[in-house]
């Protein structure tokens, strides 16, 4: 075995996730080697819009410049037609005047061989392209060796940490043994148009719909991404037109022009929940490592910080790696919960298919209407500003309140019943919330006190 089949940490995979963890592990004057196969299949309907604490990341790591893309500064929802109500629920990410505190969308194919290109150039990274890692020797008490396909043959390449960064349907996570749990929730389909039409500019429009949730954003260049979600059974057609009937006339039409054209883009929407995060010298990383309902826009900026705690573990241990992926994997699964169950709730909340779905639909509206505190602290939570399982059990709370506010309303309808079921099913909730909270506290806990070091 030469020099450049042992390395400090080898990456498979060279999306966000590999590249951020190359950047941040360089910095601890790690030598590092990103596998990346480059697939051929072209342009890839995945995320765009990132929040600023993944922009601050980002440009932390030194991989990004500041030009790309379209500023966003928050999610502007339109809860219902847009013709009858053209006004949105406005959740800036900071109070009025603060423009350093933004996020950005980037188209996803330019957003990757962006950050590709600059880890490349990173003191430290080598990266073979082209390459895939197609096996893994080792494990049970023996550290993990990857096989990867490279120049026409196999070569075995150790290294102290190997991470898997592939994504979503990750193989390497399966040849370490490291099972998984799959739901799909439903399609994507996604086309670019002009950004003149678009409704509310620099923020991300998000459109909520029965047929499922719809997403509107500009990503620079005069151009914007329109991202149509069809649920599980539904027909495709059926739900674009459903949703174009929920859109500004005008946007409507530039959409339509672009259907006409050519086929749009599509990805489907999954949570995967695997039953480990990290095994030997191996770890998960973005994707990879869980990921969810693409509804709160998170995953890019939930991979950066994944790859900068991995960063922040490595240092604090001494680059002791068992004792850092230890670390990794308690604040990473602490973060992947909030994220998960906050995707979960609103995505039920928003499509409000049952009357106790739609009271608490009623009830993070009524929220964030009557609380400006109240959308500071969502927000927060929605952009992974605030991870804490606590305060979204707390927030959780709050709304769950409103359903007192908005019962003459229930009344008036004489929905009495429902409220009741209702109001039931959100305390009873709010209590799991708060018993997942304080379980994951005595986990963490009594992971911390097993842990070396
Ligand atoms: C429709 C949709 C919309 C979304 N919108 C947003 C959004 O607006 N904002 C947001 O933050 N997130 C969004 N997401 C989620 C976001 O796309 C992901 O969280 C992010 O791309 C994850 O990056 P990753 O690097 O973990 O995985 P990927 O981007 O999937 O990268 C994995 C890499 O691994 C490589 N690879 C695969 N197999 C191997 C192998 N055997 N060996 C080596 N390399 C391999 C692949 O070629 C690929 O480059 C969306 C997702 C979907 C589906």
């Not at 928050?74 to 629920?89: L, T």
């Not at 209590?431 to 963490?444: H, P, Y």
Request: net charge positive; with cysteine.
């Amino acid at each position: 075995m030469n020099d450049r089949n042992n390395v400090d940490v080898l990456i498979a995979g060279g999306g966000v996730a590999g590249v951020a963890a190359a950047a941040a592990l360089s910095q601890l004057g790690l030598h590092v080697l990103i596998v990346e196969p480059l697939p051929a299949q072209g342009r890839r309907l995945a995320g765009e819009l990132i929040h600023p604490p993944g922009i601050e990341g980002l440009r932390e790591l030194g991989l990004l410049d500041d030009e790309l893309g379209a500023v966003v500064k928050g999610f502007a929802i339109f809860p219902g037609v847009f013709r009858d109500d053209p006004n949105p629920m406005l959740l800036p990410y900071a109070s009025s005047g603060d423009t350093d505190h933004c996020g950005r969308a980037i188209e996803h194919q330019v957003l990757k061989e962006h950050l590709l290109d600059k880890a490349r150039r990173l003191p430290g990274v080598d990266s073979w392209l082209g390459a895939r890692v197609t096996g893994m020797e080792g494990g049970a008490d023996r550290p993990f060796t990857a096989l990867v396909q490279y120049e026409g043959r196999e070569q075995r390449v150790s290294a102290r940490l190997i991470l898997g960064a592939d994504g979503p349907m990750s193989q390497v996570r399966k040849m370490v043994g490291i099972g998984h749990r799959t739901q799909r929730y439903s399609g994507m389909m996604g086309v670019e148009v002009e950004d003149t039409h678009l409704p509310h500019a620099e923020y991300g429009n998000i459109f909520l719909n029965p047929a499922g949730v719809a997403y509107a954003y500009g990503i620079g260049g005069g151009r914007a991404r329109v991202m149509l979600e069809v649920l599980k059974d539904a027909d495709s057609r059926e739900s674009i037109r459903s949703h174009l009937s929920f859109f500004p006339e005008v946007f409507c039409k530039d959409i339509e022009r672009v259907l006409a054209a050519g086929k749009p883009l599509a990805a489907a929407n999954y949570c995967i929940i695997p039953e480990a995060s990290v095994r030997g010298n191996f770890a998960l990383i973005g994707d990879a490592r869980g990921c969810c309902h693409p509804l709160t826009a998170s995953g890019i900026t939930a991979a950066v910080k994944d790859a900068l705690i991995l960063r922040d573990a490595l240092r604090e241990s001494r680059l002791d790696v068992r004792a850092a992926l230890q670390r990794y994997s308690r604040v990473c699964g602490r973060l992947e919960l909030t994220r998960r169950t906050l995707a979960e709730e609103l995505r039920e909340a928003f499509l409000a298919q049952t009357p106790e779905d739609l009271l608490l639909h009623q009830c993070i509206f009524s929220y964030w209407r009557t609380s400006p505190q109240g959308r500071v602290r969502s927000m927060a939570l929605l952009s992974t500003l605030d991870s804490s399982i606590f305060s979204l059990a707390a927030q959780y709370t709050m709304v769950a309140l409103h359903a007192f506010r908005l019962l003459p309303r229930w009344l008036r309808r004489k929905a009495l019943g429902n409220w009741n079921r209702g109001m039931l099913k959100l305390l009873l909730k709010s209590l799991v919330f708060q018993q997942t909270a304080i379980s994951q506290w005595f986990k963490e806990h009594y992971a911390k006190l097993g842990a070396p070091g």
